[in-house]
């Protein structure tokens, strides 16, 4: 392979670090008296500088920068328009899609710390693609790399390149590393600017490969750690939030060693139905392995009417989940939500045992019914049934189940008998919200497992619904309050992830964020990154139910309806992995670091 070496330019880019924005607050109800103060955000921006300098080829200029450090505050705007100036980043997925390039290499080694190549011979290297079409003019190629002491004592050089998929070298742009800039086991940030005007190639119609192969005598390995690009072209797409940004993973599930799954909409929300809204499915297909009903497999949904059990919708959605391999997650036998409540059950005049018998033959017939498919591996057999506020108690006065159970909690443990009865090996769950806040909620949650272990009463896990917000709760809160659950042997499952961008209970409205900052957003990356991480920390891997998010787009979270009356109308959550038109948000990269144990960071 020949190379053009016309430019070269080669440059250090140091990122700066970041304080989170954000304010304390509760969950889907009122907040904790306790929520935490704001905290003013600043975003630092990169910023790179060259300078020009000689160089060997004539017709070649070497530039080499230092290290360029902003900290100014960032306001740029992920797009709402093709006007905005919002770069677009794509980070490139080191854990799949690499391999080998030149005549005669060995391909690559993937593994934790990145891509690695033996660079055994000129212009042998590792290469990744980027589809078409795609404007890489003026694109700016970032890659972290590391090099052995005998690629370094071998005095070879390396070189960023792009060119057409599989074609020929014509049209390539490349940047020229020279081996002096190494130091063996040492992380170096390449930077590479690819503008070389007259070498233009066709990216419309043809996928490009870009990576890194050794230039001279080399021996010894390089590992590539990470690596971005950042397009020079602004953000076309029409989206209100307007991003169009790549977090270039493949599919979310596949990094995971436990499920993860999303909440779908279906008949109660008809313009995001999973069954016919085409990037809803391509979304939930592409990234996902369980869904969660988010509405429709709740109580009045199936059972409206006494003893009239109206399966038809969720059918269609479980078999929908089955003809993609997915599982679903059971969502929700027995919750006190007035609004799905039948109402045979709010006006139930009968006796407490009748009720509970009542209570019985719903859990039993509907997990009967669903057990018949074969792909419902998990039950919320009981939703919120704790109280907020210290101390928790069970819910009673606002529990139609407390209530008609003759103001007993007993429901809950006769919920939790029928369902094992009708399905033995499916993970029955407590589910609730706020518990992630390690608090008086947290102690009777755990109060109340103590009680059932010692009764047998069959409850294999805990969901934490983890409706949460930038900065609360904190992550030790999350982690302390998983690691109680995990201590008492049970399943965690974090079952309705959202992180909402502004908090209504936190110094509000002066914490209003108006709009979705790309500070924000890599604000929101960082924070789905250190969620992820938490459960993986403290939580031991046979005791990972997974994690499933509560929604795909941006546009259609219930978010955007509870907090209708703080913000005003406003949408402006933004809690979500991918934004209003379904484009990836900073965010999925932030759950996918943390599934590959990058660091979480707001870069
Ligand atoms: O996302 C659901 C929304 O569409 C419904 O209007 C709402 C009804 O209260 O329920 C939402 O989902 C809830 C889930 O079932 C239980 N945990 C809290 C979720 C958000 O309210």
């Known amino acids: 392979m020949k190379f053009n070496q016309r430019l070269f330019v080669l440059s250090f880019l140091s990122f700066g670090l970041v304080a989170c924005g954000g304010s304390g607050g509760g969950g889907s109800n009122p907040p904790p008296a306790s929520s935490s103060a704001p905290v003013s955000s600043s975003v630092p ?151 070389e005007d007259d070498k233009k190639f066709n990216q419309t119609d043809s996928d ?66 999973i069954l016919t809204n085409a990037s809803e499915k391509a979304v939930v297909e592409k990234h996902f392995e369980q869904m969660t009903a988010g509405n429709i497999m709740k109580m009045s949904y199936l059972q409206n009417t006494q003893g009239t059990f109206t399966f038809a919708n969720a059918d269609a959605f479980v078999d929908y989940a089955a003809s993609k391999n997915m599982t679903v997650h059971g969502h929700a036998l027995v919750w006190h939500s007035d609004y799905q409540v039948p109402q045979f059950m709010k006006n139930w005049s009968g006796s407490a045992a009748d009720f509970i018998t009542a209570l019985k033959t719903h859990v039993t017939t509907v997990v009967d019914h669903f057990e018949a498919k074969g792909n419902v591996v998990s039950w919320d057999v009981v939703n919120e049934a704790l109280t907020d506020g210290s101390p928790s108690t069970f819910r009673a006065d606002d529990s139609i189940f407390y209530k008609k159970s003759g103001n007993s909690a007993v429901y809950i443990e006769e919920a939790f008998k029928a369902a094992r009865a009708a399905a033995p090996t499916a993970t029955l769950y407590y589910n609730d919200y706020n518990i992630d806040q390690n608090n008086a909620k947290t102690t009777r949650l755990i109060e109340m497992i103590t009680d059932f272990q010692a009764r047998d009463i069959p409850i294999d896990g ?47 409205p002066a914490s209003k964020v108006a709009s979705f900052t790309q500070a924000s957003a890599l604000d929101q990356k960082k924070r789905y990154c250190e969620i992820v991480k938490a459960y993986l920390d403290n939580v031991p891997a046979a005791q990972r139910g997974g994690i499933s998010v509560w929604g795909t787009t941006d546009a259609n979270t219930w978010l955007n309806d509870l907090y209708k009356t703080q913000f005003n109308n406003e949408k402006i959550s933004w809690p979500l992995l991918f934004d209003n038109n379904y484009n990836d948000k900073p965010a999925l990269r932030g759950f996918a670091d943390a599934l590959q144990g990058i660091p979480c960071t707001n870069l």
């Open 208 to 273: 490009v490969q870009i990576g890194i192969q050794a230039k001279g005598t080399p021996t010894g390995t390089v590992t590539i750690k990470s690596g971005k690009v950042t397009l020079k072209q602004t953000a076309s797409s029409s989206s209100s939030t307007g991003s169009v940004y790549s977090a270039n993973v493949n599919r979310l599930s596949e990094l995971a060693d436990f499920t993860i799954g999303v909440a779908v909409s279906n008949n109660d929300s008809p313009a995001y139905n």
């Open 45 to 195: 921006s990169a910023s790179l500088v060259s300078s020009s300098s000689s160089s060997l080829l004539a017709s070649s200029s070497i530039a080499v920068t230092s290290s360029s450090l902003s900290s100014s505050s960032s306001s740029s705007e992920l797009a709402s328009s093709s006007s905005s100036a919002a770069p677009v980043v794509m980070v490139l997925d080191m854990t799949t899609g690499w391999r080998g390039n030149g005549t005669d290499n060995s391909g690559v080694n993937v593994n934790s710390d990145g891509v690695s190549f033996t660079a055994s011979g000129d212009n042998i290297g590792a290469v990744t693609d980027l589809a078409k079409p795609i404007q890489l003019e003026d694109a700016v190629v970032e890659m972290v790399v590391n090099v052995s002491a005998e690629f370094k004592a071998s005095g070879a050089n390396l070189q960023i390149f792009a060119q057409i998929k599989g074609g020929s070298w014509a049209g390539e742009w490349n940047c020229w590393s020279g081996n002096e800039l190494f130091t063996a086991g040492t992380d170096i940030t390449l930077t590479c600017t690819i503008n």
């Open 462 to 508: 805990v969901g934490f619904q983890m409706h949460v917000f930038m900065d609360y709760p904190s992550i030790d809160s999350i982690s302390n309050a998983i690691k109680k659950v995990v201590n008492k042997g049970l399943k965690v499952k974090i079952t309705e992830l959202d992180v909402s961008i502004n908090n209504p209970y936190g110094n509000w």
